[in-house]
């Protein structure tokens, strides 16, 4: 059974650190996809930008159809989500499908607003001190 570990982009689309990132774990032996969700391939720095592009554009109903169909693709590998911002709420989103062995997220600061998903699988979550809620709260 292969190990595949799909990344999951932040707003920002595909950056360099993502790319760098694939490569060092494609170097340890890990199978990585790392797919744009932006139909185009968007990849910017600008902030609000890339939010109203993200929201306009893809959203997460997409996202989570796309990342759908890489599980499926890939059904016969053991599958981790690794998510940063965005890609992490839409890797807790993914926490209770049995389909994958893990979800590692960071700085997935919407995850408040999915706080009935009950995880299934092992999942790490990792955040920063965010102004805009209270994480200890969320941690609870």
Same mark, same amino acid.
């Given at each position: 059974?292969?190990?595949?570990?799909?990344?999951?982009?932040?707003?920002?689309?595909?950056?360099?650190?993502?790319?760098?990132? +694939?490569?060092?774990? $494609?170097?340890?032996? &890990?199978?990585?996809?790392?797919?744009?969700?932006?139909? *185009? @391939?968007? +990849?910017?720095?600008? $902030?609000?930008?890339? &939010?109203?592009?993200?929201?306009?554009?893809?959203?997460? *109903? @997409?996202?989570?159809?796309?990342?759908?169909?890489?599980?499926?693709?890939n059904g016969a590998d053991s599958i981790v989500l690794i998510g940063f911002s965005i890609g992490a709420t839409l890797a807790w989103m993914k926490s209770n499908d049995l389909?994958?062995?893990?979800?590692?997220?960071?700085?997935?600061?919407?995850?408040?607003?999915?706080?009935?998903?009950?995880?299934?699988?092992?999942?790490?979550?990792?955040?920063?001190?965010?102004?805009?809620?209270?994480?200890?709260?969320?941690?609870?």
């Amino acid at each position: 059974m292969r190990k595949t570990i799909i990344i999951i982009h932040e707003i920002y689309g595909i950056t360099e650190n993502l790319k760098k990132l +694939s490569k060092e774990l $494609e170097a340890k032996g &890990y199978r990585v996809v790392l797919p744009s969700l932006f139909l *185009d @391939n968007y +990849s910017g720095d600008n $902030e609000g930008y890339s &939010y109203k592009k993200y929201f306009a554009e893809v959203g997460f *109903d @997409n996202s989570i159809g796309k990342i759908d169909k890489i599980i499926e693709k890939n059904g016969a590998d053991s599958i981790v989500l690794i998510g940063f911002s965005i890609g992490a709420t839409l890797a807790w989103m993914k926490s209770n499908d049995l389909r994958i062995k893990g979800v590692i997220g960071f700085y997935g600061s919407r995850i408040r607003n999915n706080l009935l998903i009950n995880p299934l699988i092992p999942t790490k979550l990792y955040f920063c001190n965010e102004a805009t809620f209270e994480v200890d709260t969320l941690i609870e």
